[in-house]
């Protein structure tokens, strides 16, 4: 069974600091993970993907992940935090290929909310 | 790119009444289309699977006939709440599948029902 678990409700940074949300996923098979952010009562963006072409994958607004098949992880990371960074961040695993077919077969972490101060 | 548009964004609604929320893709097509249920503080749920053409396909422990859907074209599905009562308060997302874009999540739908 795959499940997805996001280890910390709650990360504080302060801005120009380095931001680490991590995820840890468990898989049967060859996963497919995401990160989307979510900011208040908005819906969800994209923010990368993991395809199996590359370990480390770059996302949008200077995010990137690494998937770490031995550590079952997809940690999120940014080296420099921005105040417009805080918001609600979801790890994602799909149960089946990249995109879950057609069955909407993601896996939604609990969440991280990022709070960045100034 | 694949944009997906919800309407409206948020909708206050006394018991008993139903609410309906529209999910629209707007540049392409998408025979299907997903509903989400999201807590305050919580993850997203997936609700049911919406299918144009066809009956939607409804998670384990959601009502049907509580949560309406109807995916009449291949760009509209939408989420009727029937029969509201304060605990459907909640933020409802809608996403859509669209080859090799993926996943793309509408904005979402605060509905408070009083």
């Known amino acids: 069974a795959q499940s997805v678990t996001q280890l910390d409700s709650h990360v504080s940074v302060s801005e120009g600091t380095p931001v680490l949300l991590r995820c840890n996923y468990s898989?049967?098979?060859?996963?497919?993970l995401f990160w989307y952010v979510q900011h208040p009562n908005k819906g969800l963006q994209l923010l990368l993907k993991y395809t199996s072409a590359a370990t480390l994958v770059k996302g949008i607004n200077g995010f990137e992940a690494e998937f770490k098949k031995s550590e079952t992880s997809f940690h999120l990371t940014k080296p420099s935090a921005h105040m417009s960074d805080a918001a609600e961040y979801f790890c994602?695993?799909?149960?089946?290929?990249?995109?879950?077919?057609?069955?909407?077969?993601?896996?939604f972490g609990k969440g991280t909310k990022l709070s960045v101060k100034p | 790119g694949a944009v997906v548009s919800q309407h409206p964004s948020w909708v206050i609604c006394k018991s008993g009444t139903s609410v309906k929320i529209e999910c629209r893709s707007l540049?392409?097509?998408?025979?299907?289309m997903f509903w989400y249920r999201q807590f305050p503080k919580q993850s997203l749920m997936l609700m049911a699977t919406?299918?144009?053409?066809?009956?939607?396909?409804?998670e384990q422990g959601v009502e049907k006939d509580k949560f309406l859907i109807n995916h009449a074209s291949l760009t509209l599905s939408t989420l009727t709440v029937t029969s509201a009562h304060p605990e459907d308060s909640s933020f409802y997302i809608c996403?859509?599948?669209?080859?090799?874009?993926?996943?793309?999540f509408g904005s979402g739908t605060r509905l408070t029902v009083v």
């Open positions: 898989s049967s098979y060859s996963p497919s």
């Open positions: 994602v695993v799909s149960l089946s290929g990249i995109y879950g077919g057609s069955q909407g077969n993601l896996i």
């Open positions: 919406s299918n144009e053409g066809s009956k939607a396909t409804y």
């Open positions: 540049d392409f097509q998408a025979t299907t």
């Open positions: 996403s859509a599948l669209r080859g090799n874009y993926g996943y793309t």
